[in-house]
T-cell receptor, first 112, second 119 residues
Framework: RKEVEQDPGPFNVPEGATVAFNCTYS??????FFWYRQDCRKEPKLLMS???SGNEDGRFTAQLNRASQYISLLIRDSKLSDSATYLC?????????????FGGGTRLMVKP | DTGVSQNPRHKITKRGQNVTFRCDPI?????LYWYRQTLGQGPEFLTY????????KSRLLSDRFSAERPKGSFSTLEIQRTEQGDSAMYLC?????????????????FGQGTRLTVV
């Protein structure tokens, strides 16, 4: 079983739609959680951190459920520019601290 | 440009040759990661450094792969006797982490990657 799992998609949605992605992680000792965005043939970039209480940044809302070991990302009022791959990232404890581990990514395509 | 820099951006090599990639992290960042990414997959962890110490190495990494960060600044990743299966994007990332801390906002910044094609 992979340490961080995501539905690869693609999710095809019209502009203005609301879309949600989930991500599950296997290690209950995981400490920090993030969503990264990766455009085609570009490097990943941090979209937002995920806090235990849930957090919102404009049209984006991230939530963490430690009991069920999943993270979610909700995008409201989708824009064409939201089309990208969304990577769930978990820091796993290791001997020295926290190691970043990526899921396989969920591809989103927003269409006119 | 004060971001993470990787060189070369592209590398085409013949099977069996050795290749070396370089990563220059953001200057004050003490942690440096190497990842490999193939089409349609997420970045796969290879190894990482805390300053000059290599702390973790993926079990998936064969003995043909070696990484160094001799002075705790730039890092090199060498692949010996390349195989066609090594063709991928090799990504470097850096972050500022305190040793053993629960740093809950550890943003890693990525370079643009080195795309390796083994023919």
């Amino acid at each position: 079983r992979k340490e961080v799992e995501q539905d690869p998609g693609p999710f095809n949605v019209p502009e203005g739609a609301t879309v949600a992605f989930n991500c599950t992680y296997s290690n209950s000792a995981s400490q920090s959680f993030f969503w990264y965005r990766q455009d085609c043939r570009k490097e990943p970039k941090l979209l937002m951190s995920v806090y235990s209480s849930g957090n919102e940044d404009g049209r984006f809302t991230a939530q963490l459920n430690r009991a069920s070991q999943y993270i979610s990302l909700l995008i409201r009022d989708s824009k064409l520019s939201d089309s990208a791959t969304y990577l769930c990232v978990v820091t796993l404890p290791d001997n020295a601290g926290n190691m970043l581990t990526f899921g396989g990514g969920t591809r989103l395509m927003v269409k006119p | 440009d004060t971001g993470v820099s990787q060189n070369p951006r592209h590398k085409i090599t013949k099977r069996g040759q050795n290749v070396t990639f370089r990563c220059d992290p953001i200057s004050e960042h003490n942690r440096l990661y190497w990842y490999r990414q193939t089409l349609g997959q997420g970045p796969e962890f290879l190894t990482y450094f805390q300053n000059e110490a290599q702390l973790e190495k993926s079990r998936l990494l064969s003995d043909r792969f070696s990484a160094e960060r001799p002075k705790g600044s730039f890092s090199t990743l060498e692949i010996q006797r390349t195989e066609q299966g090594d063709s991928a994007m090799y990504l470097c990332a850096s972050s500022l982490d305190a040793w053993g801390s629960l740093n809950l906002n550890t943003e890693a910044f990525f370079g643009q990657g080195t795309r390796l094609t083994v023919v």
